[in-house]
């Protein structure tokens, strides 16, 4: 469930949705593309995502992904 705040809504999404925000949008239902680019919205994304990311390039022998252009609209920046 999303974490409320008096500037939007934090979001964290999980490894898929990361990939498929960035690489395959409508693998998102219309709702999530929503909220993912809902303005004041917050995206928090775990460490651990990279890291799954890099491990399954690896062992699949695949570059690293490059990011959609568009998916940096949202911004990134540390919280803590």
């Not at 219309?30 to 399954?56: D, F």
Request: aromatic residues 8%.
């Amino acid at each position: 469930m999303p974490i409320c705040s008096n500037r939007g809504t934090w979001l964290l999404l999980d490894t898929c949705a990361v990939l498929w925000a960035t690489l395959s949008p409508t693998f998102l239902s219309p709702q999530a593309r929503a909220a993912i680019a809902g303005e004041g919205n917050s995206i928090l994304v775990s460490a651990a995502s990279a890291w799954e990311i890099a491990a399954q390039s690896l062992a699949l022998d695949i570059p690293v992904l490059s990011p959609d252009p568009q998916f940096d609209q949202f911004g990134v920046r540390r919280i803590w």
